[in-house]
């Protein structure tokens, strides 16, 4: 979904610039993790509550999440310059379901960045998600780290997704994803947004909002 000319410029820029702000203060403070998440967008600021609820979008899930729209959760993922940190191969369902259960939770993977194989794009096996919620272990290192078993999955299908700084990757919440390190001199961060019919119940603690009614 490509943006109207100028709207990358300032409020994607903006949220980036904001993001990085804060989380240079989030990493302080974790002692040197490097992998940085800012939680509960749908509720910090203006900004990014607009985001998340952005009629564009909603317009672009309604047919897929039903009945009416609540954000599960909202979050900005950072991969600062040079980083081997790997968030493994995974499907959110396996973190969502330990909450509350939805057919129909989907995510949108928004970067504001450009982003391809140099710095940590997201890779993804089109049609995974058809294959239901596949075994999973929790992972010592890394993140994304409710994981498959080694060996388990069937990888061959999997390709990266090079997508422009303001698009958005819808994917299914079964679907199989995962993203490499940054090996470029510019940090990397996406905004992603998972939503799901609003008669599940709850989301991740706070974030829950229903912005439709079922
Ligand atoms: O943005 C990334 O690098 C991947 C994040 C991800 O897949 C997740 O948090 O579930």
Redesign the pocket.
């Known amino acids: 979904m490509p943006l109207p000319a100028g709207e990358k410029e300032t409020r994607f820029e903006e949220v980036d610039n904001r993001g990085s702000g804060r989380l240079r203060a989030d990493r302080d403070q974790q002692d040197g993790q490097k992998y940085n998440?800012i939680l509960q967008l749908g509720l910090r600021s203006p900004m990014t509550r607009a985001i998340c609820s952005d009629e564009r979008i909603l317009t672009l899930i309604e047919d897929l999440v039903q009945p009416g729209i609540a954000i599960y959760s909202a979050?900005m993922?950072e991969?600062p310059p040079y980083d081997d940190t790997v968030?493994h191969w995974?499907q959110?369902d396996a973190y969502y379901q330990q909450t509350s259960h939805s057919d129909c939770r989907m995510s949108i993977?928004l970067p504001l960045t450009d982003c391809d194989e140099t710095n940590?794009c997201?890779w993804t096996v089109p049609g995974s998600h058809k294959q239901g919620l596949q075994e999973w272990t929790k992972r010592a290192f890394g993140?994304?780290n409710l994981a498959f078993k080694d060996g388990l999955a069937q990888l061959d299908g999997a390709i990266p997704v090079r997508i422009a700084a303001g698009d958005i990757l819808l994917f299914h919440a079964l679907t199989w994803?995962?993203?490499l390190s940054n090996q470029t001199d510019h940090t990397r961060r996406?905004f992603?947004v998972s939503y799901q019919d609003a008669e599940a119940i709850k989301g991740n603690g706070p974030q829950h909002k229903i912005l439709r009614a079922a």
Request: hydrophobic content about 35%; glycine content about 6%; charged content about 25%.
């Open positions: 998440i979050k993922v991969k968030c995974h959110d993977w940590g997201l993140f994304c994803h995962r993203s996406s992603i």
